[in-house]
C-alpha cells in the first residue's frame, strides 16, 4: 500500500494543525496505521497509532492528550489532530501502516509500508 502524508505547515504555540496520511487501498483499514515523527539530531519518535486489529488508539507518553489520532475508511484516510502544540512538536512526521502486533505497535520495524513526511514547526 502506498501512503501519501500531508498537512504539515509552520503554526505558533499552541497552535493546531491536522495531518492526513491518504492510502492507495481501502485493505489499509484492516491495518494498523501510525505516526511517527523525526526532528533533526533525535531518534524517530513514536507519536501515535490506530489499531487494524481492536480499532484503539494508542499514543505516545509526549502527545497524549493533545494528539487526536482517526481514521475515515471511506476515503481511505488517517488523521492525527495535533493541538496545543508546542515548539518540541517540531519535527517531520511520517505515516506508516502493517500489520502490527499490539505489542510492537510503537517500534517503526514492524511497519512495512511509508508515507514521505510532512514537516510540521512550531514557532515560539
Known amino acids: 500500500v502506498q501512503l501519501q502524508a500531508s498537512g504539515g505547515g509552520v503554526v505558533q504555540t499552541g497552535g493546531s494543525l491536522r495531518l492526513s496520511c491518504a492510502a492507495s487501498e481501502r485493505t489499509v483499514g484492516r491495518k494498523t496505521v501510525a505516526w511517527f515523527r523525526q526532528a533533526p539530531g533525535k531518534e524517530r519518535e513514536f507519536v501515535a497509532a490506530l489499531s487494524g486489529s481492536n480499532h484503539r488508539a494508542y499514543y505516545g507518553d509526549s502527545v497524549r492528550g493533545r494528539f487526536t489520532i482517526s481514521r475515515d475508511n471511506a476515503k481511505n484516510t488517517v488523521y492525527l489532530q495535533m493541538n496545543t502544540l508546542q515548539p518540541e512538536d517540531t519535527a517531520v512526521y511520517s505515516c506508516?501502516?502493517?500489520?502490527?502486533?499490539?505489542?510492537?505497535?510503537?517500534?517503526?520495524?514492524?511497519?512495512?509500508?511509508w508515507g514521505q513526511g510532512t514537516q510540521v514547526t512550531v514557532s515560539s
Open positions: 506508516a501502516a502493517g500489520n502490527v502486533i499490539l505489542s510492537s505497535i510503537s517500534y517503526a520495524r514492524g511497519y512495512h509500508s
